[in-house]
């Protein structure tokens, strides 16, 4: 599942008001609107282009999974385990690893496939989410855990 950050709409009804007054901040330092769907680069980059039966679930707050489909997405396809990835860390992912925490899903944070403006915060959010929410480990030890049937 893919998760992206924008709004279907020109003037961000679709997205909590709190954050009409930052967006449209952005807009206005871009000379065009910002965080749209249509916008160019709001796309899930190429390198991670969604396969065939791959969703793509668009978001309207930091978290995916208080402010879209993805706990009924999951849960109607069985899935109990989630590994989070994404940026910022201190941020978006946190707020997921928090939500799908309290929706109980199992999760693991997969600690280089996420990033964070500054590596200080990205320490620490991973030993937060460590602590309350989720497992934090490498690709190299996910891959382990697969093999193993984990």
């Known amino acids: 599942v893919h ?3 924008w709004s279907e709409t020109h003037d961000l009804s679709d997205m909590p008001t709190y954050q009409h007054t930052a ?3 952005m807009s206005e330092a871009a000379g065009e609107q910002v965080y749209r769907k249509w916008n160019t680069g709001m796309d899930v980059c190429p390198e991670l ?3 065939d039966n791959e969703p793509v679930i668009p978001k309207r707050t930091g978290s995916g999974f208080i402010s879209s489909m ?3 997405v999951l849960r109607y396809g069985g899935v109990d385990t989630v590994l989070l990835t994404g940026v910022n860390t201190n ?3 946190f707020e997921t690893a928090c939500g799908g925490r309290n929706m109980d899903f199992k999760q693991i944070l997969v600690s280089d496939c996420t990033a964070c403006f500054d590596p200080m915060l990205q ?3 991973e030993v937060w989410i460590n602590r309350h929410f989720a497992n934090v480990v490498t690709t190299e030890q996910v891959i382990k ?3 193993a049937g984990k």
């Open 3 to 5: 998760i992206v950050t």
């Open 91 to 93: 941020g978006c992912v």
């Open 23 to 25: 967006i449209n901040r």
């Open 123 to 125: 320490e620490e959010a």
């Open 70 to 72: 993805l706990p009924e």
């Open 49 to 51: 282009a969604p396969l």
């Open 145 to 147: 855990l697969l093999h």
